[in-house]
């Protein structure tokens, strides 16, 4: 069997197509799902694999489908993020545009141990073309009864539909993104409840990543020993690294969890450009506190990311050379969260345009001494104090860059 | 009924019961702690956007708000720790910071939970360098109500208010951020009979009232309860007026009708026509007592009620039942009507006792009613058949007519009624406003408003709902009470004045 059997972004011609995806030995796992095991099982093998959710927050896929209340007779969905919003992050538009079928047979298996017939996905506006590869894949599908009514001739049905978002970072937090997917305005609900209890619709509802769905069949195809023994302990399978910025080689790296973070930018990307040393590392898009050089010995997992001050997040790796000032990326930082903040709730609202306003006046040239104690104050006040997590990942990169790139920072102050 | 369970938690402390599924802030308040909040609002699910409300919850690694977490058995809260004022001056500062400092000309100064807030919670100094955003800050968003963008502190409580309560929805959220903005949708403007409600619930200036706005401070409001008189329903509201203020002549005495709380009756709201009840009491007022043959000279009511009683006196006691009739109302209270009833039913023996009502109008499927009086079942209870009078039955026999209120002109022309009036030789008007009957009576006495009086209503479901005076009458204003009362004692009779339920 070909390497690309097992990769999530396969090389093979015509990669998104049904055939390709048929002879990489597409559709055999949920057809094993369906046909010759129990519900129950399928969340078991998942938990046992160590899926962690791959949208950022890393929560355990399995464990988080055992919260949808088994059986019932009132509707239950699916809901599949695709919104990805997250800056230095384009990892699910590649399985989206190369490997669909593998998010679609994920997505089947899903359904199917949970109980769930009815699936959304939710594209971010943005990836609008991509979506009609999706919608042709879906169409593939149900044209060979992997999909639709009757699913590989058993009782079990699944109708997926494609929605499309309109552009608003805050409908990737998974409240938002069922708020939109309701026809209103994409802005957080208050946990708890939770979505697998009261989810879309008001019903019980699974949401999960795209590049998690996709590892779904590697797990029930080969089974959790096998995705165990592809990344660590408790943290299983490969990751999609995206890395950009000041490297030599910029793009999608498929490598197992817990990979170093050094080898990954030296080796797989290449390093910097001739002439340029890395200034600073954001590890999981741009949510994820900034490392400086001499932190880059970390492997990539979760935990470890967490352990050092950061996190893996979406694992997208924006690496900062030495010619970019610390400023101009903070400038782009707090513009992004200004822009993104729904308004919804005071912390995120007001402290990120006022973060991004004092950011603005120091590269007017307007700076004042206390300015950067204050910046780290305001972001002190978002932290833990938002009604979602965005507060968080707006304020914890922020304070990050600031405090490890002060000197530079107070320089362009007093200018 | 099935009994509430009840559920023991500690907060700050104390141990406080509270019922099943109620919210923490809920039961700290019940137990006497209050928490600072915005959006939260009784009378909608929690939103928790403000993140004013911000505890301690033991065993949670964040502060969590109160408005949005249920209380649980063995929950330990904490409301004033370190952590937890320090999230609530945050929060203030974050909305100061955008919050224009127009407390001078804001009508909601003296009543703004923001500066209420900042005095008790906040008083820090300003860090805020850099420029605040500019909006718009006076859109009419309907029927008198004008919204200033600069003051919303984006809390919902409107939006919210027109979605769940009204069913309505005209306002919304637009935008997002720094820039996120209440507004109607492609301007159409807020057009049901609760918006009034908005500038109540408003925890700032941000909507404010036209009628209302700039005509006096909140500080020198006297706030004082009743129940509404516009129709049946008889919700509570909070007549607010001032007293030993220097009044110029023709200015305001009452400034505003705001919704009160009844869970039983109208919640938290009241309806736009309620409200605008104010002008009933400040409005085309009936000021002194005016004799026909002398309009200028001055004279108390009591003087002329003597007046009144010689002329019943002088009809022989036998022929009082056909000679002697009044016209009441619905508007009058309970204990006024009993009165009435030992008085003109009992005492005197009339026959031709009718009444006078303003004419019903549609009923809005929410509070109010079809009935444009408060006491429509007080009148039954207190013995009465009311009906109206039939002008030319009256004009023919009739000698002296005693006309409580002027809704006669809502059943008749303004003609008939001078035609009838005018061979009825005694005729007395006791009315609260002025009007086109004023010139047929012979005397007219000046009634207080149902605002002005102490009493009991009977509302639609039965409720029987006692209030007391909630704003002073001008001196010289008399009640019924007060007339009925001196009438009988005038005229000898013994009405039971200690018994008049």
Not at chain 2, 265 to 284: H, K, L, P, S, T
């Amino acid at each position: 069997m070909s390497e690309d059997a097992v990769r999530l972004i396969p090389a093979d011609e015509g990669s998104w197509r049904l055939e390709a995806y048929l002879r990489r030995g597409g559709y055999e796992a949920a057809r094993k799902a369906v046909m010759s095991m129990a519900p129950a099982d399928v969340i078991t093998e998942v938990r046992k694999a160590g899926l962690r959710g791959r949208g950022g927050a890393g929560f355990p896929a399995g464990l988080k489908w055992s919260f949808v209340p088994q059986g019932g007779a009132g509707p239950k969905y699916l809901c599949v993020n695709a919104d990805e919003g997250e800056p230095g992050t384009f990892k699910d538009r590649a399985i989206l545009v190369r490997n669909p079928h593998q998010l679609i047979e994920g997505m089947t298996i899903a359904a199917f141990g949970v109980g769930i017939r009815k699936a959304f996905i939710y594209v971010r506006g943005e990836y609008g073309r991509i979506a009609g590869r999706l919608r042709e894949a879906i169409a593939e599908a149900e044209d060979e009864g992997f999909l639709g009514g009757g699913i590989f001739g058993s009782g079990f049905d699944l109708e997926v539909i494609v929605h499309l978002g309109a552009g608003a970072y805050i409908c990737g937090e998974e409240t938002a993104l069922l708020e939109s997917i309701e026809g209103r305005r994409g802005q957080p609900r208050l946990k708890p409840p939770f979505p697998a209890v009261v989810g879309l619709f008001r019903a019980p509802t699974a949401i999960n990543n795209v590049e998690t769905l996709a590892n779904v069949p590697l797990i029930i195809g080969r089974g959790a020993d096998w995705f165990l023994g592809r990344g660590l302990p408790k943290d299983g399978g490969t990751r999609l690294f995206g890395v950009s910025g000041a490297v030599r080689r910029p793009g999608l790296y498929e490598l197992p969890m817990g990979t170093q973070l050094r080898t990954i930018i030296e080796i797989h990307a290449g390093g910097p450009p001739e002439g340029v040393a890395i200034k600073a590392v954001i590890p999981g898009g741009l949510s994820a506190p900034a490392l400086r050089p001499d932190e880059l010995d970390v492997t990539m997992d979760f935990d470890a990311l967490a352990r050092a001050g950061s996190m893996l997040g979406s694992a997208g790796i924006i690496v900062i050379g030495d010619k970019i000032p610390i400023l101009d990326v903070l400038k782009v930082m707090a513009r992004f969260y200004a822009h993104e903040s729904c308004g919804q709730c005071t912390p995120c609202r007001i402290g990120t345009s006022w973060i991004h306003k004092t950011v603005m006046r120091i590269g007017e040239g307007q700076g004042r001494a206390s300015d950067l104690d204050h910046i780290l104050r305001l972001a002190d006040g978002m932290k833990g104090r938002t009604l979602c997590p965005m507060g968080d990942a707006a304020a914890l990169p922020v304070q990050a860059l600031v405090t490890k790139f002060r000197d530079e920072l107070e320089k362009a102050v007093a200018r | 009924m099935s009994e509430v369970k009840m559920v023991g938690l500690t907060i700050d402390g104390r141990t406080v019961r509270a019922a099943e599924g109620t919210n923490v802030l809920q039961a700290a308040e019940q137990a006497g702690i209050s928490i600072p909040h915005f959006c939260y609002h009784p009378a909608f699910e929690a939103e928790g956007n403000c993140r004013l409300c911000l505890v301690e919850i033991e065993g949670l690694p964040k502060l969590d708000s109160a408005c949005s977490t249920v209380v649980r058995e063995g929950m330990i809260v904490r409301t004033s720790t370190a952590p937890v004022l320090e999230a609530r001056k945050d929060v203030l500062e974050f909305l100061l910071a955008e919050h224009p400092l127009d407390c001078p000309i804001c009508d909601k100064a003296g009543e703004c939970k923001l500066q209420d807030y900042y005095d008790r919670h906040g008083l820090f100094p300003g860090w805020f360098l850099e420029a605040k955003e500019k909006r718009q800050k006076k859109i009419s968003i309907g029927k008198g109500l004008l919204l200033d963008r600069e003051r919303c502190i984006l809390c919902t409580r409107c939006v919210r208010y027109l979605r769940k309560v009204t069913g309505t929805g005209e306002l919304g959220v637009f935008e997002r951020g720094v820039r996120a903005e209440v507004g109607t949708y492609d301007d159409a403007p807020i057009d049901n009979n609760y918006s009034g409600n908005l500038v109540d619930i408003c925890p700032v200036g941000a909507i404010t009232d036209t009628d209302f706005r700039f005509k006096t401070r909140a500080w020198f409001l006297e706030k004082r309860p009743t129940v509404c008189p516009r129709c049946s329903r008889g919700c509570a509201v909070i007549v607010e007026s001032v007293s030993g203020y220097p009044l110029e002549e023709g200015e305001r005495r009452v400034f505003r009708i705001r919704a009160g709380e009844n869970p039983a009756v109208n919640g938290y709201w009241i309806c736009d026509f309620g409200r605008a009840g104010r002008r009933d009491i400040d409005e085309g007022r009936q000021e002194r007592v005016i004799k026909s043959a002398s309009p200028e000279s001055e004279l108390s009511w009591q003087k002329a009620l003597a007046d009144v009683m010689a002329r019943i006196r002088s009809v022989p006691g036998p022929e009082r039942a056909a000679k002697v009739a009044v016209i009441l109302n619905s508007r009058m209270t309970r204990e006024e009507l009993t009165l009435a009833k030992r008085l003109f039913a009992e005492g005197l023996s009339l026959d031709k006792i009718f009444f006078a009502d303003p004419k019903p109008g549609a009923a809005d499927g929410f509070l109010l009613t079809e009935e444009r009086v408060p006491n429509a079942r007080g009148v039954l209870q207190a013995g009465f058949s009311p009906r109206l009078p039939d002008l030319d039955a009256l004009a023919a026999s009739v000698e002296v007519l005693l006309v409580f209120g002027s809704h006669l002109l809502d059943h008749f022309s303004e003609e008939a009624v001078s035609r009838a009036l005018a061979k009825i030789p005694s005729k007395f008007l006791f009315s609260a406003h002025t009007g086109p009957l004023d010139r047929l009576a012979e005397i007219v006495f000046p009634l207080a408003v149902s605002a002005e009086k102490s009493g009991t209503y009977i509302n639609i479901d039965g409720l029987r709902q006692s209030f007391g005076r909630a704003a002073e009458p001008a001196p010289g204003v008399v009640s019924e009470h007060e007339i009925l009362g001196c009438l009988a004692a005038g005229l000898g009779l013994n009405v039971g004045e200690h018994d008049v339920r």
